[in-house]
């Protein structure tokens, strides 16, 4: 267990519906990041906060996918009108960020999405 | 749980014997480098890390090696366990300063009795 949390651990939905997922991370952690990962493959980096400013967002989130951490603490990603191409393990990850240095970044279990 | 890599290369080791799992990076400017394990149904998790600014770095039971010339990471587990049994993907951090991982596709290390 890193201490990242993650809710729920896996999610059914039909196609169309919304989904939205939970991340706990590190209390002292000041960035937070959203990966995903299809099976067979690597986590591919979806979008990172820092504190409670969204960062940078990678061209793989769609228009459908958004992603917040209104306190700096927690943060949810919402995916809208899912399609069975979303099926996937959405991943979240924390680390501490210095100044002059960065850490690693300790990953969740995952949410393990399956569109039907 | 479900699979991580059902299509991954697959390195078999006996167990007690020594593992070395490769990695060919992408990006000539990443500074820094990690190795995490991943079981089925969980999430990776941290092995050891190297910064560019070193060849070798060892930890408990493993050493990662950066060959920055070609671009290559090894991990080095000694004394395979069957505990050990995982994926193993490397990450590298592409310059830019946000620290968003770039990972390999992976290798499915199986430790045989």
């Known amino acids: 267990d890193t201490g990242v949390s993650q809710n729920p651990r896996h999610k059914i939905t039909k196609r169309g519906q919304n989904v939205t997922f939970r991340c706990d991370p590190i209390s002292e952690h000041n960035r937070l990041y959203w990966y995903r990962q299809t099976l067979g493959q690597g986590p591919e980096f979806l979008t990172y906060f820092q504190n409670e400013a969204q960062l940078e967002k990678s061209r793989l989130l769609s228009d459908r996918f958004s992603a917040e951490r209104p306190k700096g603490s927690f943060s949810t990603l919402e995916i809208q009108r899912t399609e069975q191409g979303d099926s996937a393990m959405y991943l979240c990850?924390?680390?501490?960020?210095?100044?002059?240095?960065?850490?690693?970044?300790?990953f969740g279990p995952g949410t393990r999405l399956t569109v039907t | 749980g479900e699979s991580v890599g059902l299509h991954l290369p697959t390195l078999s080791v006996q167990e007690g014997d020594n593992s070395i799992i490769n990695c060919a990076y992408s990006?000539?400017?990443?500074?820094?480098f990690i190795w995490y394990k991943q079981e089925s149904g969980k999430g990776p998790q941290f092995i050891i890390d190297i910064r560019s600014n070193m060849d070798k770095r060892q930890g408990q039971r493993v050493t990662v090696l950066l060959n920055k010339t070609v671009k290559h990471l090894s991990l080095q587990i000694a004394a395979t366990q069957p505990g050990d049994s995982a994926v193993y993907f490397c990450?590298?951090?592409?310059?830019?300063?946000?620290?968003?991982?770039?990972f390999g596709t992976g290798t499915r290390l199986k430790v045989l009795a």
């Open positions: 990006n000539s400017a990443s500074d820094y």
């Open positions: 990850a924390s680390s501490r960020v210095q100044t002059s240095r960065n850490y690693e970044q300790y």
């Open positions: 990450a590298e951090n592409p310059p830019a300063g946000t620290y968003k991982y770039i």
